[in-house]
């Protein structure tokens, strides 16, 4: 996996081409993020800190892996505030903006932590992304911090989350599940044959989209 920051940018008229298709990283802030970021890539791209940064910036990555291209587009955290009265509220327009316009976002990754893995910002959230999500999106649920958890809670966090996925960052553990299911809803397995646009690579759906967009 190649990985290769592009550029930041604080909103979706300064975004990069959105000819590629992209996966978009969300958590509270703490959660685990960057080091998710670090873990899952192999590479120390993410700066981990604890400080609360203040620019609400989001950060393009591009990747290549296995012949395909995509990009990893890391969203400033949320949860600053105690209360957060919406989401549009929490993330800004700007962020609210991005999010609902991307339409070459595939996959929402909404991380949380599994020591508390029902916060009611992290159900804000999960709320927020499928009443935005269009039909060709899919969100997925990583638990990070699984480490901190025994087996019988884990058990009990996959039954209480079916299909949500679990990692440490720490002991870089779950990152082989977590890039077979991101290859997965990202490029499927019969996609060549049976895609409507004849295996073409996400480049081309994505200018398609582009140039229908702008027609
Ligand atoms: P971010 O604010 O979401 O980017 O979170 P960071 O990646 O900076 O991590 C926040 C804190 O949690 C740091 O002290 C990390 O070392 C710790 N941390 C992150 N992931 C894990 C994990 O999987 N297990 C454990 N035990 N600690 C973690």
Redesign the pocket.
């Known amino acids: 996996m190649k990985v290769k920051f592009l550029k930041s940018a604080p909103s979706i008229e300064q975004a990069p081409e959105p000819n590629l298709v992209e996966v978009a990283l969300l958590?509270r802030?703490?959660?685990?993020?960057?080091?998710?970021l670090n873990s899952w890539t192999g590479q120390k791209i993410a700066k981990?800190?604890?400080t609360p940064g203040k620019t609400k910036l989001i950060n393009f990555f591009e990747v290549e892996e296995g012949g395909k291209k995509y990009r990893i587009v890391d969203l400033p955290?949320f949860g600053y505030a105690k209360v957060s009265k919406s989401m549009k509220r929490e993330w800004g327009r700007e962020l609210d903006r991005f999010l609902r316009e991307r339409f070459n976002i595939k996959l929402f990754i909404h991380l949380r932590d599994a020591r508390h893995p029902d916060l009611e910002i992290d159900r804000m959230v999960e709320e927020y992304l499928n009443s935005i999500k269009r039909r060709d999106q899919q969100v997925l649920i990583i638990f990070?911090?699984?480490?901190?958890l025994k087996q019988k809670e884990i058990a009990r966090l996959k039954r209480q989350f079916p299909g949500a996925l679990l990692?440490?960052?720490?002991k870089k553990r779950g990152f082989e599940e977590v890039k077979r299911r991101i290859a997965e809803i990202l490029w499927g397995e019969e996609r060549d044959e049976e895609s409507p646009t004849g295996g073409e690579g996400p480049e081309a759906q994505g200018e398609r989209k582009l140039k229908k967009g702008e027609g």
Do not use: A, P, R
């Open positions: 958590g802030s703490n959660v685990g993020k960057s080091s998710f981990t800190s604890s955290g990070t911090k699984m480490d901190k990692v440490s960052n720490t």
